[in-house]
């Protein structure tokens, strides 16, 4: 096959606007993210209390500026708030889910899973304020409804994902990362296209008074890294 020479674009650009710190301030600065993401949990029990969208907007905002294939931004965000629509993803999660703990996970999963204490009953999908579905697209279309080719799909809907947990921790909010399996009733509830697979469900809000955490540790640095 002959390969089609690209001819070179002359391309635009833009001075880089980089934030310089002194030396001290980048090592306390890296400190001090450090120690905020440390006291992020994934929790389970939600609080109804209201959250303004502003916060979920500028969170998304934050997720958008992750680092993606080709900057073609694969992914897309879908914030449920309505009763209905919460009703009918929880229905449909917890058949999902109930199937998977009583019949599809294998026994060395549902091991894994025990101290965690999860089970196939999703009530936050019902009581927290924002449900998030993030969908991958997975190709584009373009105008004339031809399938274009994306890239990097899942690393860059992964990182903007976790730009976005990130977001919400820091902003002062819990969140979730519910991931039903097979969930492509999202595609069919939330009304998105068949180009899109959906990659997971972050439940957002505050945690409900009474919230308790599992009594499990994270992985040392040591556990962690190599240098050379
Ligand atoms: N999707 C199920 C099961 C589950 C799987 C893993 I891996 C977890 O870390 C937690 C749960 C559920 O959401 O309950």
């Known amino acids: 096959m002959n390969k089609t020479i690209i001819p070179p674009i002359e391309i635009q650009t833009i001075p880089f606007n980089f934030q310089e710190y002194p030396l001290e301030e980048i090592q306390s600065r890296a400190l001090k993210y450090y120690q905020n993401m440390s006291m992020r949990r994934t929790i389970r029990d939600f609080s109804t209390r209201e959250v303004p969208i502003d916060v979920i907007e500028n969170c998304i905002r934050a997720a958008d500026t992750a680092p993606n294939g080709a900057n073609q931004h694969p992914w897309h965000f879908v914030v449920v708030t309505d009763p209905e629509k919460k009703r009918k993803l929880r229905v449909a999660a917890e058949k999902e889910e109930k199937e998977f703990y009583s019949t599809r996970a294998p026994r060395e999963w549902l091991e894994v899973l025990a101290p965690l204490g999860t089970d196939e009953h999703k009530p936050f999908l019902e009581t927290a304020p924002y449900l998030i579905a ?95």
Not at 136 to 158: L, R
Not at 164 to 181: C, D, E, N, R
């Open 134 to 228: 993030i969908f991958a697209q997975v190709y584009g279309v373009d105008k004339n409804g031809e399938k274009t080719k994306n890239y990097y799909v899942n690393e860059s809907v992964g990182i903007a994902t976790g730009l976005l947990i990130s977001a919400i921790h820091y902003s002062g909010l819990a969140s979730l990362t519910h991931t039903p399996s097979p969930m492509r009733f999202l595609n069919q509830i939330l009304e998105r296209p068949e180009s899109e697979r959906p990659f997971l469900l972050l439940v957002v809000g505050y945690p409900a008074a009474d919230a308790r955490v599992p009594d499990i540790r994270r992985k040392s640095l040591k556990e962690i890294t190599t240098y050379f």
